[in-house]
Each structure stands twice: as C-alpha cells, then as structure tokens.
C-alpha cells in the first residue's frame, strides 16, 4: 500500500513539474529581444547619425522645431515613465508622408507628416504606433534577424548606414501592426488623450488620394486598413491608468507645422 502511495505521489509531481514547465514556457513573448535595452540604445544612435547621411534624409535642422519636439520627448518621459526608452524625435526634410522608428528610441518624422496632420492628437497618435513598435522591440528583432546580432553588435559605420537604408524598407507582420495600433490606444489613453484617434487618422489616410503617401510605414505593412480600423474601435479603457501629467497636451502642432511650411527653414521664430 505504501508503495503506491509513493508511486502516486511520484507520478503527480511529475505531473505538476511538466505543467508548471509548460505554463513558463507558454508565458514567455513570441520574439524575446536578446539585445538589451541598454544595447539597443548605443545601436540607435549609430543608426540614427548614418540614417541623416542618406540622400533624401537630411533633417530639417530647425533649432525652434527641435526645441518643440524636445519639449514632447521630456513630457513623454515625465507622462510615461513605464517605457523602456527615452524617446528622441528628430524631423526629416521631406515632403513625403511618413514616420518610423529606428531601434533604442529614434522616431523619425518627415515634414511631410507634420504637414498632412491637422490636429495635435493625429500626429501623436502615429508617433505612439511607432513607439509601439519599439517598445514591443519589433524594430531591433527584425533587424537582428535580417543581419545577425554580431553585425548588429559590432556598431560598425558601415553596418549602421545599411540598417539605417534597411529600415526605410522596413515591413512587420499584421500581428505587430495590430499590436503596435493597440499600443497607440493605450499610450494615448495614458497621455490623457481620446485613445482610439488613430482610428480616425486610419480612415483619413485610407481616403486620401495624396501622392507623397506611398511608403508610410503605418500603413504600407499591411494595408488592411478597415480591419485594423474595427480593432482600434473596438478599443475598451477598462484599465484606464490616472494619467500622471498633463503637459503632453502643451505640444504645438500649430507651431511646428509653421516651422515646415516655411520655404526657408532655418532660425525661424
Ligand atoms: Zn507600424
């Protein structure tokens, strides 16, 4: 009898220790990143100095548009202090509409997208899909599984300036789409902002017969615009956070869109 009572409790430990085994396996995210956020930030900067050098990336080098955008950077930061990342924006001398995310907290945005936006929300609506992207770490897996993590860890110049060409050919997967749009919902949400605008901007884009929208990446991945639309919709704040600062709401599109219309770009007050 004693044995199979010892067998019984033999077997249920097995049991127990392949579920338990299985539950962490399970709990574990679909791509863990195996770059450290710390390391991501020193590969960033590299690629964002080599992204500026490629033709037709120049920055805008407005010192009073910069200032704007530092301004957001550091209400982010104060807004959200649970990203991994501190974020920098810098603004591309385009008139082509887009905006992406280069690894360790880069995001780029043409003039061309401060332009097309009309309000505040629609333009802070993409830069937190694009944050999305980073913080879910889609930006540096992709590009670790395009040139391996040694090229990518070796910060060579030349490495940087091809990941920095890479990224502007940059696709995700409808998954990381649908995951970076939800990410926008809930970083808008905690900036005290309507979190499902980027659904309204969706549908804008989706209707827009504008020429210079042909690789913006928030649409070009996967431009199943009416189903992304639904999903945003679909949004629930049952999690609402209290939201910890309000100066997001001191962002100027006003003033930054005068920065970009300008013919001459430079010292404008
Ligand atoms: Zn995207």
Redesign the pocket.
């Known amino acids: 009898m004693k044995k199979v009572l010892l067998e019984l409790v033999i077997l249920l430990s097995i049991v127990v220790a392949i579920w338990l085994i299985f539950s962490l396996v399970l709990r574990l995210p679909e791509n863990p990143s195996i770059i450290s956020v710390e390391q991501e930030s020193e590969i960033g900067k590299t690629i964002h100095k080599n992204l500026l050098t490629i033709n037709g990336f120049s920055p805008l080098n407005n010192p009073a548009a910069d200032s704007i955008l530092q301004d957001l950077s550091d209400s982010l930061s104060a807004c959200c202090p649970d990203l991994k990342f501190q974020y920098h924006f810098i603004v591309i001398n385009s008139e082509m509409i887009n905006a992406f995310a280069l690894p360790g907290g880069h995001i780029a945005i043409t003039k061309g997208l401060i332009k097309f936006c009309e309000t505040r929300e629609e333009l802070l609506s993409v830069i937190a899909?694009e944050i999305g992207?980073v913080e879910k770490r889609h930006t540096v897996n992709r590009i670790v599984k395009e040139i391996g993590l040694s090229l990518l860890l070796s910060n060579d110049k030349f490495v940087g300036s091809e990941v920095a060409r890479m990224l502007l050919s940059q696709k995700?997967n409808r998954k990381q789409?649908e995951e970076?749009d939800r990410f926008s919902c809930l970083l808008l949400q905690e900036m005290g902002m309507e979190p499902r605008i980027l659904a309204t901007f969706l549908r804008k884009l989706n209707d827009s017969e504008n020429t210079n929208l042909g690789n913006f990446?928030?649409i070009s991945?996967h431009p199943n615009i009416t189903k992304r639309i639904k999903n945003i919709l679909e949004f629930k704040e049952n999690d609402k956070k209290e939201t910890r600062n309000n100066s997001i709401k001191g962002f100027k599109l006003d003033t930054l869109k005068k920065y970009c219309e300008k013919d001459n770009y430079s010292r404008t007050k």
Request: hydrophobic share 25%; proline share 0%.
């Open positions: 899909h992207h995700y789409e970076a990446e928030i991945s």
